[in-house]
């Protein structure tokens, strides 16, 4: 079974990349049944609740992130020096319950991917 790593790492708004992604996401998951997702760089300010995008006339995709557990995509991961570069910490209130790794571990459990598809 091919195993699918969706990496976050831009900006949840300005560019349509985070929405695509999750678009993206809901589109192969019924094709593959080993999902993961990435959330790095400044892909982890996609995980901050209460964004308001409405304010630079944005929607507000974030919120959907909630039901990638309806499609069951369980594995979430954080790189944890990305959050601290950002002021951010693994006790933020986020959007998701998410696996916090330091970068070496982050690398290693992608590195375990038979694709990685960058958004």
């Not at 589109?27 to 995008?53: E, T, W």
């Not at 992130?65 to 209130?93: M, P, Q, T, V």
């Not at 959007?95 to 459990?109: E, F, H, W």
């Amino acid at each position: 079974m091919k195993m699918v790593a969706f990496v976050f790492s831009h900006a949840p708004h300005g560019i349509s990349l985070g929405r695509e992604g999750l678009d993206a996401i809901f589109s192969i998951s019924s094709i593959f049944k080993k999902i993961s997702v990435f959330f790095i760089g400044d892909g982890v300010l996609q995980l901050i609740k209460n964004q308001q995008p409405e304010h630079i006339l944005a929607r507000n995709y974030t919120s959907s992130f909630s039901i990638l557990s309806l499609y069951n995509i369980k594995d979430l991961y954080c790189c944890k020096a990305s959050l601290l570069e950002r002021g951010l910490n693994n006790n933020n209130n986020f959007i998701l319950n998410i696996d916090v790794l330091d970068s070496y571990n982050l690398r290693l459990k992608l590195d375990n991917y038979d694709a990685i598809i960058n958004f």
